[in-house]
Protein backbone atom coordinates (compact mmCIF):
# COMPACT_ATOMS: atom_id res chain seq x y z
CA UNK A 1 0.00 0.00 0.00
CA UNK A 2 1.11 3.59 -0.09
CA UNK A 3 3.30 4.63 2.79
CA UNK A 4 5.96 6.97 4.02
CA UNK A 5 7.95 5.11 6.71
CA UNK A 6 10.73 7.12 8.52
CA UNK A 7 13.49 6.62 10.73
CA UNK A 8 13.15 6.13 14.19
CA UNK A 9 13.46 8.78 17.32
CA UNK A 10 16.54 10.84 17.79
CA UNK A 11 17.83 12.46 21.07
CA UNK A 12 20.38 15.14 20.47
CA UNK A 13 22.83 17.65 22.22
CA UNK A 14 22.01 21.79 21.80
CA UNK A 15 23.89 22.83 18.74
CA UNK A 16 23.81 19.24 16.69
CA UNK A 17 22.47 18.28 13.92
CA UNK A 18 20.09 15.62 12.79
CA UNK A 19 18.94 14.02 9.61
CA UNK A 20 15.50 12.18 9.20
CA UNK A 21 14.26 9.87 6.47
CA UNK A 22 11.19 8.89 4.73
CA UNK A 23 10.95 5.79 2.64
CA UNK A 24 8.04 6.16 -0.16
CA UNK A 25 6.52 3.07 -1.05
CA UNK A 26 3.55 1.90 -3.43
CA UNK A 27 3.53 4.77 -5.60
CA UNK A 28 6.45 6.91 -8.03
CA UNK A 29 8.06 8.56 -5.75
CA UNK A 30 9.08 11.29 -7.96
CA UNK A 31 5.14 11.82 -9.08
CA UNK A 32 4.46 14.17 -5.82
CA UNK A 33 6.05 16.84 -3.89
CA UNK A 34 7.44 15.78 -0.31
CA UNK A 35 7.01 18.09 2.32
CA UNK A 36 8.17 18.39 6.04
CA UNK A 37 5.62 19.50 8.80
CA UNK A 38 6.85 19.34 12.51
CA UNK A 39 4.61 19.47 15.99
CA UNK A 40 6.03 20.18 19.20
CA UNK A 41 4.71 18.66 22.39
CA UNK A 42 0.68 19.76 22.71
CA UNK A 43 1.24 22.23 19.79
CA UNK A 44 0.19 22.71 16.36
CA UNK A 45 1.26 21.76 13.30
CA UNK A 46 3.95 23.53 11.08
CA UNK A 47 5.31 23.28 7.99
CA UNK A 48 9.07 23.74 8.01
CA UNK A 49 9.32 23.16 3.29
CA UNK A 50 9.18 20.65 0.78
CA UNK A 51 11.20 18.95 -1.87
CA UNK A 52 10.23 18.18 -5.45
CA UNK A 53 11.53 14.39 -5.76
CA UNK A 54 11.87 14.52 -9.52
CA UNK A 55 13.98 17.91 -9.81
CA UNK A 56 15.43 18.16 -6.33
CA UNK A 57 13.82 21.62 -6.21
CA UNK A 58 12.75 22.81 -2.07
CA UNK A 59 11.25 25.74 -0.63
CA UNK A 60 11.94 26.22 3.01
CA UNK A 61 9.38 28.34 5.69
CA UNK A 62 11.47 31.00 6.53
CA UNK A 63 11.62 30.47 10.50
CA UNK A 64 14.11 27.52 9.33
CA UNK A 65 15.84 28.68 6.39
CA UNK A 66 19.42 28.64 7.08
CA UNK A 67 19.34 25.56 9.06
CA UNK A 68 17.33 23.16 7.41
CA UNK A 69 17.83 21.34 4.29
CA UNK A 70 16.11 18.88 1.96
CA UNK A 71 17.43 16.19 -0.35
CA UNK A 72 15.97 12.85 -2.26
CA UNK A 73 17.78 9.33 -3.57
CA UNK A 74 15.29 8.33 -6.42
CA UNK A 75 17.21 5.37 -6.24
CA UNK A 76 15.64 4.28 -2.62
CA UNK A 77 12.66 6.54 -3.36
CA UNK A 78 14.00 8.16 0.18
CA UNK A 79 13.10 12.11 1.30
CA UNK A 80 15.81 13.56 3.98
CA UNK A 81 15.47 16.23 6.21
CA UNK A 82 18.45 17.70 7.61
CA UNK A 83 18.51 20.11 10.47
CA UNK A 84 21.08 21.80 12.01
CA UNK A 85 21.93 24.19 15.09
CA UNK A 86 19.04 22.03 17.35
CA UNK A 87 18.03 24.30 20.49
CA UNK A 88 15.82 23.20 23.06
CA UNK A 89 12.70 24.11 21.07
CA UNK A 90 13.37 22.03 18.09
CA UNK A 91 12.08 19.12 19.90
CA UNK A 92 9.27 18.17 18.75
CA UNK A 93 7.55 15.20 16.04
CA UNK A 94 9.09 15.31 12.21
CA UNK A 95 6.97 14.24 9.67
CA UNK A 96 7.31 13.87 5.99
CA UNK A 97 3.95 14.13 4.28
CA UNK A 98 2.98 13.51 0.32
CA UNK A 99 1.39 16.62 -1.01
CA UNK A 100 -0.94 14.30 -3.34
CA UNK A 101 -4.26 14.06 -5.88
CA UNK A 102 -6.40 16.14 -4.00
CA UNK A 103 -4.20 19.53 -3.19
CA UNK A 104 -3.96 17.70 0.25
CA UNK A 105 -1.75 16.20 2.24
CA UNK A 106 -2.70 12.79 1.54
CA UNK A 107 -0.12 10.47 2.85
CA UNK A 108 1.49 10.95 6.37
CA UNK A 109 5.01 9.52 7.72
CA UNK A 110 4.32 7.95 11.43
CA UNK A 111 6.32 10.46 12.43
CA UNK A 112 10.01 10.71 14.05
CA UNK A 113 10.74 12.30 17.68
CA UNK A 114 13.81 14.23 18.49
CA UNK A 115 14.63 15.51 21.40
CA UNK A 116 17.04 17.74 21.81
CA UNK A 117 18.81 18.05 25.51
CA UNK A 118 21.96 18.87 27.24
CA UNK B 1 0.95 34.56 4.20
CA UNK B 2 -2.46 33.61 4.52
CA UNK B 3 -3.63 32.71 8.35
CA UNK B 4 -6.57 29.97 9.21
CA UNK B 5 -8.47 31.03 12.59
CA UNK B 6 -9.92 28.19 13.71
CA UNK B 7 -12.73 28.36 16.08
CA UNK B 8 -13.30 27.18 19.01
CA UNK B 9 -10.01 26.01 20.22
CA UNK B 10 -11.46 23.34 22.24
CA UNK B 11 -14.91 21.42 22.41
CA UNK B 12 -16.82 19.63 24.78
CA UNK B 13 -19.81 17.28 23.40
CA UNK B 14 -20.96 14.12 23.99
CA UNK B 15 -22.18 11.34 22.06
CA UNK B 16 -24.56 11.38 19.52
CA UNK B 17 -24.07 15.49 19.32
CA UNK B 18 -24.10 17.41 16.31
CA UNK B 19 -20.71 19.70 16.51
CA UNK B 20 -19.50 22.58 14.09
CA UNK B 21 -15.67 23.58 14.17
CA UNK B 22 -14.98 26.68 11.68
CA UNK B 23 -12.01 28.29 9.79
CA UNK B 24 -11.57 31.27 8.13
CA UNK B 25 -8.75 32.55 6.01
CA UNK B 26 -7.09 35.75 6.01
CA UNK B 27 -7.57 36.24 2.35
CA UNK B 28 -9.76 34.87 -0.24
CA UNK B 29 -8.79 31.12 -0.74
CA UNK B 30 -11.50 29.57 -3.03
CA UNK B 31 -12.06 26.24 -1.59
CA UNK B 32 -8.81 24.61 -1.32
CA UNK B 33 -9.39 23.82 2.46
CA UNK B 34 -8.87 20.33 4.00
CA UNK B 35 -9.37 18.64 7.22
CA UNK B 36 -7.49 16.29 9.35
CA UNK B 37 -8.16 14.61 12.43
CA UNK B 38 -5.26 13.95 14.60
CA UNK B 39 -6.05 11.21 17.67
CA UNK B 40 -3.35 11.44 20.47
CA UNK B 41 -0.26 9.69 19.32
CA UNK B 42 -1.04 9.55 15.95
CA UNK B 43 0.28 11.18 12.64
CA UNK B 44 -2.75 13.65 11.24
CA UNK B 45 -5.41 12.20 8.89
CA UNK B 46 -7.04 13.56 5.79
CA UNK B 47 -10.88 13.67 6.37
CA UNK B 48 -11.88 16.56 3.77
CA UNK B 49 -10.17 17.70 0.91
CA UNK B 50 -11.63 20.87 -1.32
CA UNK B 51 -13.85 21.85 1.00
CA UNK B 52 -15.93 18.59 1.22
CA UNK B 53 -15.02 16.00 -0.48
CA UNK B 54 -14.75 12.88 1.83
CA UNK B 55 -12.11 10.95 1.83
CA UNK B 56 -12.66 7.06 1.13
CA UNK B 57 -13.51 5.23 4.14
CA UNK B 58 -14.27 8.53 6.07
CA UNK B 59 -17.35 8.04 7.72
CA UNK B 60 -20.80 10.19 5.91
CA UNK B 61 -21.34 11.73 9.36
CA UNK B 62 -18.06 14.16 8.24
CA UNK B 63 -18.88 16.85 6.47
CA UNK B 64 -17.32 20.14 5.15
CA UNK B 65 -18.75 23.30 3.63
CA UNK B 66 -17.77 26.86 2.60
CA UNK B 67 -16.06 28.92 -0.10
CA UNK B 68 -14.19 32.04 -0.22
CA UNK B 69 -13.13 33.01 3.22
CA UNK B 70 -15.64 30.75 6.16
CA UNK B 71 -15.54 27.26 5.95
CA UNK B 72 -16.81 24.29 8.46
CA UNK B 73 -16.18 21.22 9.39
CA UNK B 74 -19.10 19.40 11.19
CA UNK B 75 -19.79 16.02 12.46
CA UNK B 76 -23.37 15.28 12.62
CA UNK B 77 -23.65 12.36 15.50
CA UNK B 78 -20.55 12.15 17.52
CA UNK B 79 -19.36 8.91 18.09
CA UNK B 80 -16.31 7.81 20.63
CA UNK B 81 -13.54 7.52 17.91
CA UNK B 82 -14.21 11.00 17.00
CA UNK B 83 -12.51 12.55 20.23
CA UNK B 84 -9.41 14.14 18.88
CA UNK B 85 -8.16 17.28 17.54
CA UNK B 86 -9.09 18.46 14.21
CA UNK B 87 -7.24 21.35 12.12
CA UNK B 88 -7.79 23.14 8.89
CA UNK B 89 -5.56 23.62 6.01
CA UNK B 90 -5.18 26.29 3.02
CA UNK B 91 -3.83 25.16 -0.29
CA UNK B 92 -4.26 27.89 -2.19
CA UNK B 93 -0.99 29.85 -1.52
CA UNK B 94 2.30 27.80 -1.89
CA UNK B 95 4.79 27.94 -1.06
CA UNK B 96 3.66 27.38 2.60
CA UNK B 97 0.29 25.92 3.46
CA UNK B 98 -0.68 27.01 6.67
CA UNK B 99 -2.75 25.20 9.70
CA UNK B 100 -5.13 26.42 11.13
CA UNK B 101 -4.52 26.34 15.34
CA UNK B 102 -6.22 23.18 16.20
CA UNK B 103 -10.00 22.07 18.21
CA UNK B 104 -9.71 19.73 20.33
CA UNK B 105 -12.77 17.83 20.64
CA UNK B 106 -13.46 16.11 24.42
CA UNK B 107 -15.94 14.05 25.83
CA UNK B 108 -18.46 16.21 28.50
Known amino acids: QVQLVQSGAEVKRPGASVKVSCNAS????????IYWVRQAPGQGLQWMGW????????NYAQKFQGRVTMTRDTSISTAYMDLSRLRSDDSAVYYC???????????WGQGTMVTVSS | DIQMTQSPSSLSASVGDRVTITCRASQYISNYVNWYQQRPGRAPKLLISAASSLQGGVPSRFSGSGSGTDFTLTISSLQPEDFATYYCQQTYNTPGFGFGQGTRLEIK
Open chain 1, 97 to 107: VRYGNYFAFDI
Open chain 1, 26 to 33: GYTFTAFY
Open chain 1, 51 to 58: INPHSGDT
